[in-house]
């Protein structure tokens, strides 16, 4: 029998993994891995496959924690939840999940994440040893590598394109957003099914919602396809990414491909990622968030130099490079 990929796939039972990051990254796996088998069950592993898991979550129950082929590929995307138990807190059941995690790594024989910044977060909290960790920069879908030119609207606007937790840090990019007095897009389908704001880890949500609702600066249009998010992002006038703390920030990187330049917190992560073709702001001070989405709206010769630079950067995350990446793997 020949060897094959096998990569666990949790969306064919878990509808909502579709929207979120896990399913983003299996669609760019399944671009690079055509030849792929992808399923949730497990008991299709044989002693011939390379078997990848694609998006571990140390915070509940270990998928695979036993060996299921000859070749196991855990990817861990950040640990964020680790760094910031107070904006994250786990509880018991966290606890006793992050324990049987650590014994489960020793069924992996690499471990694959996003950045040097994630890498030494591995290092740190699951005491892994660094030649067990690979950095592989995730690819962007084949769609995003196309870019088309369409008109822009006549009231210019920026974009986030996100998740909603703590280390987004929403509340004082909307605050910064009112300050600039410009228009912000905010894309995900958290911000439309909202469905405990009670919940520990949705407080920032919560307040960034009541900060919101009904003002004029902010638009939800919740959930939106792979093309209408194309279209927002060659409208507007900049992104906006001002994080406490990223994995990687893929937002970035979609921005780019369409010749969108970035509004991006001034931390390591992002200066791996994004080099010096962004606009770096202190992510404190709502003053300088403001500043730089000014900036990236009225002076045009920064604007400009800026934007020469992000296809250099965009080549970094082609399917190309990502598919070349993975296969040193096998």
């Known amino acids: 029998m020949s060897a094959r990929v096998f990569v666990y796939d949790p969306t064919s039972s878990d509808h909502l993994s579709k929207v979120r990051g896990v399913g983003r990254y299996l669609q760019v796996l399944k671009e690079a891995l055509p030849d792929g088998y992808f399923s949730n069950d497990l008991s299709k592993a044989s002693d011939y496959d390379v078997l990848i898991n694609p998006f571990v979550n140390v915070l509940a129950n270990p998928v695979i924690s036993r060996r299921y082929a000859d070749k196991q590929i855990a990817v861990i995307h950040d640990l964020i939840p680790l760094k910031y138990p107070e904006h994250f807190p786990s509880g018991l059941r966290g606890n006793v999940s992050l324990f049987l995690n650590r014994q489960a790594l020793k069924q992996y024989d ?162 791996e990622t994004a080099g010096n073709s962004a606009v770096f702001v202190d992510h404190t001070d709502e003053e300088s968030i403001a500043d730089g989405i000014q900036t990236l709206m009225k002076d045009t010769k920064t604007r400009a130099q800026i934007v020469g630079k992000l296809k250099q950067r965009v080549r970094l995350v082609s399917p190309e490079v990502f598919q070349k990446n993975l296969l040193k793997l096998f």
């Open 110 to 271: 690499v471990v694959v994440t996003d950045s040097d910044a994630s890498k030494k977060d591995i290092m740190n909290l699951l005491k892994a040893p660094h030649e067990k960790i690979e950095i592989i920069f995730p690819a962007l879908p084949k769609m995003f590598v196309t870019k088309t030119n369409i008109e822009k609207p006549q009231e210019p606007y920026c974009i986030y394109v996100g998740d909603a937790t703590w280390n987004k840090n929403l509340v004082r990019m909307a605050h910064a957003v009112m300050l600039a007095d410009v228009q912000c897009v905010i894309v995900g389908n958290v911000f439309a099914s909202v469905e405990d704001l009670n919940h520990p880890w949705q407080k920032e949500l919560k307040e960034f919602l009541t900060l919101t609702k009904n003002g004029p600066h902010f638009i939800f249009p919740g959930y939106v396809s792979d093309q209408e998010l194309l279209s927002l992002y060659q409208k507007a006038f900049c992104n906006i990414l001002v994080s406490h703390n990223e994995g990687f920030g893929y937002s970035f990187f979609e921005a780019a491909s369409q010749g969108l330049p970035s509004v991006l917190s001034d931390i390591p992560v992002f200066k």
